[in-house]
């Protein structure tokens, strides 16, 4: 069974960034791809970016390329969500989430993922 805790949320202006953190407590973090995705109120949980299990891989939804950045700490356990240019609509509960393979064609599908955080809420004020 692997934990996963998710930190980092809050209130930020447009434009702003925040840098989301999730702490796995498997220590064979290294073993598991690693995805965030994000649900606004009233909406579906949307795929936003995942990493492989090296970090050789990375993979990001098109609203958030090029102001989002995932990277993963293996001797940390830890991945994280690096969000520059916060825009309004940013403004989701994020959650990590951990499946043994990620492959481009399955990444972004929510019901692959074996384990899940509590998430974490980001508010992007405009």
């Known amino acids: 069974q692997v934990q996963l805790v998710e930190s980092g949320g809050g209130l930020v202006q447009a434009g702003g960034s925040l840098r989301l953190s999730c702490a796995a407590s498997e220590r064979t973090f290294s073993s598991y791809g690693m995805g965030w995705f994000r649900q606004a109120p009233g909406k579906e949980r949307e795929f936003v970016s995942a990493i492989s299990r090296n970090g050789g891989i990375t993979l990001y939804t098109d609203s958030v390329k090029g102001r989002f950045t995932i990277s993963r700490d293996n001797a940390k356990n830890t991945v994280y969500l690096q969000m520059n240019s916060l825009k309004a609509e940013d403004t989701a509960v994020y959650y990590c989430?951990?499946?043994?393979?990620?492959?481009?064609?399955?990444?972004?599908?929510?019901?692959?993922?074996?384990?899940w955080g509590q998430g974490t809420q980001v508010t992007v004020s405009s």
């Open positions: 989430a951990a499946r043994p393979l990620i492959t481009s064609a399955s990444a972004r599908d929510a019901t692959r993922y074996n384990y």
